[in-house]
């Protein structure tokens, strides 16, 4: 899937909108080939779902 940044918190997390959905959260630790501190708000960005203890998350997020 693929979506925009919306949030970014300086705890590590932030939340993704995707196009016709609730939007995602994710954390730093789902990044790949980034570093949490190089996104910005806007930036384009691929990722699946997956579920976690607190309902759906993205995963391996990557900047487009």
């Known amino acids: 899937?693929?979506?925009i940044i919306?949030?970014?918190?300086e705890r590590g997390f932030g939340f993704i909108e995707r196009e016709?959905?609730?939007d995602i959260f994710f954390h730093?630790?789902?990044?790949?080939?980034?570093q949490f501190d190089d996104l910005k708000v806007g930036d384009k960005v691929s990722f699946?779902?997956?579920?976690?203890?607190?309902?759906?998350?993205a995963s391996n997020?990557?900047?487009?």
């Open 61 to 64: 997020v990557t900047r487009i």
């Open 28 to 34: 730093s630790n789902d990044l790949v080939d980034t």
């Open 6 to 9: 919306k949030t970014l918190t």
């Open 48 to 57: 699946e779902v997956a579920q976690s203890n607190k309902g759906p998350k």
């Open 20 to 22: 016709g959905e609730d």
């Open 1 to 3: 899937m693929e979506g």
